[in-house]
Nanobody, 117 residues
Framework: QVQLMESGGGLVQAGGSLRLSCAASGSSSSIIAMGWYRQAPGLQRELVAL???????DYADSVKGRFSILTDYSWTTMYLQMNNLKPEDTAVYYC???????????WGRGTQVTVPS
């Protein structure tokens, strides 16, 4: 079992920056990949960024060059550094994790990011 908790959301003006955090607890040593997803009103949840223990990263085309996914050495905290924010980045951002030997995805409760137009 892995528990995830996001923090760091808020309201920021276009062009500004925010850093989201995701704290992992429980069986965090079994985590093999962590990612950030977002869901805007009326839209499906979408992948924002993904990072594996092997060092591979993947970003949505809409955030490439603006967002960076980072983890600490122990993989107990994951970050999403968001720069040059745009109104279309407004969404609830969710932290997700996959563990070794399991097909289950773990999710946090989400944190709201709002970029007024």
């Amino acid at each position: 079992q892995v528990q995830l908790m996001e923090s760091g959301g808020g309201l920021v003006q276009a062009g500004g920056s925010l850093r989201l955090s995701c704290a992992a607890s429980g069986s965090s040593s079994s985590i093999i990949a962590m990612g950030w997803y977002r869901q805007a009103p009326g839209l499906q949840r979408e992948l924002v960024a993904l990072r594996t223990r092997g060092g591979n990263t993947d970003y949505a085309d809409s955030v490439k060059g603006r967002f960076s996914i980072l983890t600490d050495y122990s993989w107990t905290t994951m970050y999403l550094q968001m720069n040059n924010l745009k109104p279309e980045d407004t969404a609830v951002y969710y932290c997700s994790a996959k563990t070794e030997g399991s097909t289950r995805d773990y999710w946090g409760r989400g944190t709201q990011v709002t970029v007024p137009s």
